[in-house]
């Protein structure tokens, strides 16, 4: 009989022990599946906060002002024996505040005198196709900008280009 009772008690710790690990197992999956939902919901929380900061701090964006600089009219290099040909600009010069206009207006004749210089110096190719008038718009800003320092002007645009 005293074998019994201690096969019975061995049989009954056998069965406690799966059934003690299947309910550990059970408890750590449920407390994984809340902290993965508190996560979740923390950070859905956090970030629409967040971005309504953001649309609320942030002012306009203002619009930038324009500088019309005179029309100009010059003639390009060609090869001894060739037709002239003439280059017609129209530019306006782009700045990021309407407070720049009033530093920049006085200086518009210097200005306009890089860019006679400048433009006089051009071959008909150097301006042929978009790349060359992309190059065109760099110098024209690069050199504005260094006639007008400390003011910056953001673009020069070009509001009409005709070679003749």
Same mark, same amino acid.
């Given at each position: 009989? @005293?074998?019994?009772?201690? =096969?019975?008690?061995? %049989?009954?710790?056998?069965?406690?022990?799966? @059934?003690?690990?299947?309910?550990?197992? /059970?408890?750590?999956?449920?407390?994984?599946?809340?902290?993965? /939902?508190?996560?979740?919901?923390?950070?859905?929380?956090?970030? $629409?906060?967040?971005?309504?900061?953001?649309? %609320?701090? @942030? &002012?306009?964006?203002?619009?930038?002002?324009? +500088?019309?600089? &005179?029309?100009?009219?010059?003639?390009? +290099?060609?090869?001894?024996?060739? !037709?002239?040909?003439?280059?017609?600009?129209?530019? +306006?010069?782009?700045?990021?505040?309407?407070?720049?206009?009033?530093?920049?207006? &006085?200086?518009?004749?210097?200005?306009?005198? /890089?860019?006679?210089?400048?433009?006089?110096?051009? $071959?008909?190719?150097?301006?042929?196709?978009?790349?060359?008038?992309? !190059?065109?718009?760099?110098?024209?800003?690069? $050199?504005?900008?260094?006639?007008?320092? &400390?003011?910056?002007?953001?673009?020069?645009?070009?509001? =009409?280009?005709?070679?003749?």
């Amino acid at each position: 009989m @005293a074998d019994n009772e201690a =096969e019975g008690g061995a %049989a009954e710790s056998a069965e406690a022990a799966p @059934a003690k690990k299947g309910k550990l197992k /059970l408890i750590i999956a449920a407390v994984g599946f809340v902290a993965i /939902l508190g996560a979740g919901a923390g950070w859905f929380f956090l970030m $629409r906060g967040h971005g309504e900061e953001k649309h %609320a701090e @942030a &002012p306009p964006p203002k619009p930038p002002s324009f +500088v019309e600089v &005179p029309d100009m009219m010059v003639n390009l +290099v060609g090869a001894p024996g060739e !037709r002239v040909q003439y280059l017609k600009v129209k530019v +306006v010069l782009e700045v990021k505040e309407e407070k720049q206009l009033e530093a920049i207006k &006085p200086t518009l004749p210097r200005v306009t005198d /890089l860019f006679q210089t400048y433009l006089r110096e051009l $071959r008909p190719s150097d301006i042929n196709g978009s790349a060359g008038l992309f !190059r065109l718009k760099e110098e024209l800003t690069k $050199r504005v900008n260094i006639a007008l320092a &400390p003011q910056q002007v953001s673009a020069v645009l070009f509001k =009409e280009i005709l070679v003749q």
